[in-house]
């Protein structure tokens, strides 16, 4: 069985492990030790598919004929990650519009099946992996601080402002304040966005484990 481990970088349960172990930041394509010791998560990385342009070109060039109206619209890409979500994209090019997917159904299922990312994040962009360390907290941050003594003060907010706040600052679903913050930890409803499979999760990426452990801590401040 494979994991997610981290945008562009799949492995098995063993591989999660040593992962998140590891606790240091990692220059995945410059490091000779760590090309040695972690081809999978090199090859993963360097053949990773994202919608832009892989994907958005096959929808246009495959699916567009028939879909880009108003019934099951794929021409923009939170309608076709809506659609990869729910597994209905990877049923569909799997089975009655294979005829149309072609050699290309295995790309598609390959992306839905790797979190159906949009483009690279700024931290592929620099070839760096983050991984956590045994406590919890990403280094270069607050990387002694244990999963069970996060705070909204020691670690959350940074977390918020560097993931969240570029769309969270306004009316719509405010994280600026840890009040806002904690009615939607407390509903559960931050949670629910932020996991693997959440809408959130691709904007929050290893992140997300410092918010959920935070949030099933009682989300102190």
Request: glycine letters at 8%.
């Amino acid at each position: 069985m494979k994991f997610n481990i981290y945008p562009g970088v799949i492995g098995s349960g063993q591989d999660v492990l040593n992962f998140y172990l590891t606790g240091k930041l990692i220059p995945i394509k410059t490091n000779t030790a760590l090309q040695n010791a972690y081809p999978l998560y090199l090859a993963a990385a360097k053949n990773q598919v994202y919608y832009e342009p892989t994907i958005k070109n096959i929808i246009m060039t495959k699916c567009s004929n028939c879909h880009s109206g108003a019934t099951r619209n794929l021409m923009d890409y939170d309608s076709l990650k809506a659609y990869a979500d729910s597994g209905l994209l990877s049923n569909m090019v799997q089975g009655p519009m294979y005829r149309f997917a072609g050699n290309d159904a295995q790309t598609i299922v390959d992306w839905v099946n790797n979190g159906a990312p949009e483009k690279p994040t700024a931290g592929n962009q620099v070839n760096f992996v983050r991984v956590f360390g045994r406590q919890g907290c990403p280094m270069g941050t607050q990387s002694n601080i244990p999963l069970n003594q996060i705070t909204y003060t020691n670690t959350i907010k940074d977390v918020l402002n560097r993931d969240c706040l570029t769309c969270h600052s306004g009316q719509f679903r405010n994280l600026t304040t840890y009040k806002n913050v904690k009615m939607y930890a407390d509903n559960g409803l931050l949670k629910q966005l932020v996991q693997i499979g959440g809408p959130m999760h691709r904007f929050a990426g290893p992140d997300s484990q410092l918010i959920i452990a935070w949030v099933n801590n009682g989300a102190p401040r």
